[in-house]
């Protein structure tokens, strides 16, 4: 009777230590990881930063424009200059990082956006870009529609771009932009 060789398996065994490189690159891919977060935590600072200051501007432009804080000179004057320093402090109070963040949530693979032109005053959008096909243009108006942020999507314009060989379709897109309070 003869006996069954070895499989030469041992269940047994010891697992090999990690390698050399893949210690390594756990080493880089933490340091990396630290890199971020202190940049993220910087990007939060400067953003409090400048949302305090901007609160500060618009506060002293309202009692400016009130007539509650006294002015040397000649008042009527000091009016437009005090009008532009309120708009440009209202354009810095809107929150465009919602905004950007809403419109990159609805972007896809299938759609590149070319151009952003709000209109903060009328409380407008105009998106240009470009779409693979009709039916991806399509399902990206859809997605603008349901993200909150825009309303009256439409369409203002399409073309073919025939001298791309992937002919994909040139748009233009109005929406009105619900800013948050």
């Not at 609160?55 to 002015?71: N, T």
Request: proline share 4%; charged share 25%.
């Amino acid at each position: 009777m003869s006996r069954p060789s070895a499989l030469g398996h041992d269940f047994v065994a010891r697992k090999p230590r990690g390698s050399a490189a893949g210690w390594l690159c756990l080493l880089l891919g933490l340091a990396l990881a630290g890199g971020v977060a202190l940049d993220w935590t910087a990007a939060r600072d400067d953003a409090a930063r400048w949302s305090a200051k901007a609160e500060h501007w618009q506060a002293m432009a309202k009692r400016a424009g009130h007539g509650s804080v006294a002015v040397s000179g000649d008042a009527a004057s000091l009016r437009p200059q005090i009008e532009a320093a309120a708009k440009a402090v209202d354009r810095l109070a809107i929150p465009w990082g919602e905004l950007y963040r809403s419109l990159e949530s609805t972007v896809d693979d299938s759609v590149s956006l070319l151009a952003i032109l709000p209109n903060v005053e009328k409380g407008e959008l105009r998106i240009a870009g470009e779409a693979k096909d009709f039916p991806a243009l399509r399902a990206y108006l859809q997605r603008l529609g349901d993200s909150g942020s825009l309303s009256e999507v439409r369409l203002l314009g399409q073309e073919i771009k025939q001298n791309d060989p992937q002919h994909p379709i040139a748009f233009t897109i109005a929406a009105a932009w619900r800013k948050a309070t």
